[in-house]
């Protein structure tokens, strides 16, 4: 594309053909458009007209997807301008381009800048030039510094006494991953693709060893959402010094996006309950959140950490800033900061909650985010974790991070920001107990500490694969490792130092006299309205002959370990004597958890927790096991490929393969550049029976696009399916 489309030479010969014309009443025409021209040139010089070069501007700054009308480029990148005038212009017509953002813009604080188009003469590194005039027209370069405050400037034309300022005077100015001089600059061209430019994705949840990608549409580059971001970065009040700080504006998104201390855009809720608002897994991309928030101003209802962590990578990429959604399977929370998460058993097995306020959730979800960081010592640049998830307060309000995964690697605790809670989260060691009453007195007795339980197969999506990409070795050594050894001693050094939290390192454990292992057989796919039906194992790999002691729970939970019903318990005790191999069985009714099930609006888990105790040695093991729910699919039919502005149907297919009626069905539905968000009621679906939804889609952009879709019901939940679309012109 050339970047002079408007500009039309004049050849000389022409001009000189056109002033040899005939005389007409004793006046060559060439004289009366003498005349005429020195008319029309007279006067103070007024600019008409801007024409914001938009597709041309777009296209080089990567911003031509965003769904918004104004000028939207990259810091660091210059970009052009068409001025119109009322008259032509001449060498000594000043042009000044002025440009301001915020409330109360100031040139001593860099938010209001005049911009002398003649001179080229820089102001703030900020820079324009005439480079072409053509008559009555011109066409002016402008170029932003790479650390230019980062929002929504208003742009006016400046000549003389006279100020132009047009219907639509806005200019986006956003980070800039493309250019070397950013703080965001990433080299690599199919990461910048992925982490800035890419719309859609997969969120990993589940359990470790279960993990499954759960569809993510982002939406960047969708109606509102880059408006929504620039409103939250008003809303932060943060400095104009600081505003162009990636390090400061992500840690301050991660504060925003949840509603906990101003008013911001998510309003966390893991009661399973959810009337109000809209369920956390009813969700399927970040849009829709953003754009209510934005047209109301008010917070949204509800969020868990992945959609928190969806809309944080949502808000990141819209302002340039590469980003990623990154699960952490059994991953702690730390309140006392000693690097140990509690887990108090009665003598029944069945987890005790409200003795410690630790936990262990199956996966958390929070981000990364891609820049330099000068304020720290070299070697801490690139991927930074935060978290936009209210779990802890930080300086006083619920955010989290950045924080370099590098430091987090090597146990460098002490860097800025929450480097420690970040650290245990992946490093804390798990500690049961088991409570006992002797004597009308509660006593607590430890059970085991594991040290390798915590922070496994932390996942991300893969870059331009839809894939999983375990990314566990960025944050941790291996296990045992002398380098895995040395951070969590970096770690512990620095928290006892600093009487920040008091952490002391875990000595191997010994080996076990008696030379058990517990375990589970049996059915491990657990289908709604099935029995549970299992076997508690006990493979005895000693040549001794051990008496155990044996009691085992049976619990529901939602992801983040908080208990919802206690379905079943066992007590026995078992001989080893010339056995390899000892079963239990332990077996639960559909209706004994289907209640529970069905009580919550929230995704439950089964949790088996087993405590053995050997009488011959006093030796104590413990054993925690996960089984999931399985639910039949939901299928998308649709053509593989479409046209733009052209309608094409699409259905959405559900069988109930299962042997209980699903109540309540509700689908939902997004597919970015071609629907909103929306929801059908399904009402009840009876065992076997299939339901079929069609919607009407007229696609508005070209491209690759997909459509997720969710099924939730009063007894299955997160039933989600997507399929891809290619639109042409």
């Avoid at 370099?404 to 049961?432: H, M, T, W």
């Avoid at 970096?490 to 002391?504: F, I, K, Q, R, V």
């Avoid at 093991?621 to 149907?649: C, G, H, S, W």
Wanted: charged residues 25%.
């Amino acid at each position: 594309m050339s970047s002079k489309p408007w500009v039309t030479k004049i050849q000389c010969s022409t001009q000189m053909a056109a002033l040899e014309d005939v005389e007409v009443m004793g006046v060559t025409s060439s004289h009366l458009e003498y005349k005429s021209t020195m008319t029309r040139n007279r006067g103070p010089l007024k600019a008409v007209g801007i024409d914001f070069l938009r597709k041309h501007n777009t296209c080089l700054h990567h911003t031509n997807d965003y769904n918004n009308s104004s000028l939207i480029v990259r810091r660091g990148q210059e970009f052009q301008l068409k001025l119109n005038f009322s008259r032509e212009l001449k060498d000594q017509d000043k042009i000044t381009l002025q440009l301001s953002i915020g409330e109360k813009p100031k040139q001593s604080s860099g938010t209001l800048l005049s911009l002398n188009a003649r001179s080229g003469q820089a102001v703030n590194r900020w820079c324009a030039t005439i480079s072409q005039t053509n008559g009555k027209e011109c066409l002016v370069v402008v170029t932003s510094p790479a650390d230019a405050v980062v929002g929504k400037y208003q742009l006016s034309v400046k000549t003389g006494p006279n100020i132009y300022q047009p219907e639509k005077s806005f200019i986006y100015i956003l980070f800039n991953p493309w250019c070397k001089a950013d703080s965001v600059f990433m080299p690599d061209e199919a990461e910048r693709a992925e982490y800035v430019l890419n719309d859609t994705g997969y969120i990993y949840v589940g359990s470790t060893k279960n993990i499954h990608g759960r569809p993510w549409n982002f939406g960047q580059f969708e109606e509102n959402v880059l408006d929504c971001c620039v409103y939250l970065l008003d809303k932060s009040k943060l400095k104009p010094n600081v505003r162009k700080d990636p390090v400061i504006i992500s840690r301050s998104m991660s504060a925003l996006v949840n509603a906990n201390d101003d008013a911001g855009v998510l309003f966390g809720n893991w009661s399973g309950r959810y009337s109000g608002g809209t369920s956390p897994l009813a969700w399927t991309g970040s849009a829709p959140i953003l754009q209510q928030y934005y047209k109301n101003k008010r917070t949204v209802n509800f969020g868990q950490c992945w959609v928190f962590s969806g809309v944080l990578t949502t808000v990141m990429r819209s302002l340039g800033i590469p980003a990623r959604s990154v699960s952490n399977f059994a991953s702690a929370h730390d309140t006392e900061e000693n690097l140990k998460v509690d887990i108090y058993l009665n003598e029944k097995g069945e987890k005790v909650e409200d003795l410690t306020s630790d936990s262990i959730w199956n996966f958390h979800v929070w981000n990364e985010a891609w820049m330099k960081r000068p304020d720290l010592p070299k070697g801490f640049d690139g991927w930074q974790a935060i978290d936009a998830t209210p779990q802890e307060q930080s300086q006083g309000i619920f955010q989290c991070g950045p924080c370099p995964v590098n430091g987090i690697r090597k146990g460098e605790v002490y860097l800025p920001y929450d480097s420690k809670f970040v650290f245990a989260e992946v490093n804390a060691d798990r500690v049961f107990w088991l409570v006992k009453n002797v004597d009308g007195e509660s006593k607590h007795v430890k059970l085991r500490e594991e040290t390798k339980v915590i922070g496994k197969s932390i996942s991300t999506k893969a870059v331009g694969k839809n894939t999983r990409e375990d990314i566990t070795v960025q944050y941790k050594f291996p296990e045992d490792s002398p380098e895995e050894r040395k951070a969590v001693e970096t770690a512990c050094s620095y928290l006892n130092s600093t009487h920040l939290g008091y952490c002391e390192i875990t000595p191997p454990l010994e080996p076990l006299k008696a030379n058990l292992q517990l375990g589970m057989e049996g059915e491990t796919t657990l289908w709604p309205g099935n029995p549970i039906d299992l076997n508690i194992v006990v493979k005895n790999e000693s040549a001794g002959m051990w008496t155990v002691d044996l009691v085992g729970s049976c619990q529901l939970e939602s992801y983040i370990g908080k208990v919802e019903a206690s379905l079943a318990t066992i007590k026995q005790t078992v001989r080893t004597e010339g056995k390899t191999v000892i079963q239990i069985p332990l077996r639960v009714a559909p209706e004994t958890y289907l209640k529970a099930l069905m009580a919550v609006e929230d995704e439950l888990l089964v949790k088996l927790n087993i405590i053995a105790e050997i009488q011959e040695t006093s030796e104590k093991l413990t054993e925690e096991l996960t089984l999931t729910f399985q639910y039949p699919p939901l299928r998308v039919e649709m053509p593989e490929t479409a046209k733009i502005n052209e309608d094409f149907k699409c259905a959405f297919i559900f069988k109930n393969t299962l042997s209980i009626p699903l109540e309540n069905c509700k689908l939902h539905v997004e597919g970015l550049g071609i629907f909103r968000m929306e929801t059908f009621d399904q009402g009840d679906v009876a065992p076997g029976n299939i339901f079929k939804s069609k919607i009407i889609c007229a696609p508005r952009k070209t491209g690759t696009k997909k459509i997720v879709a969710k099924l939730n019901s009063t007894q299955v939940k997160g039933i989600t399916v997507e399929k891809v679309i290619t639109i042409t012109e």
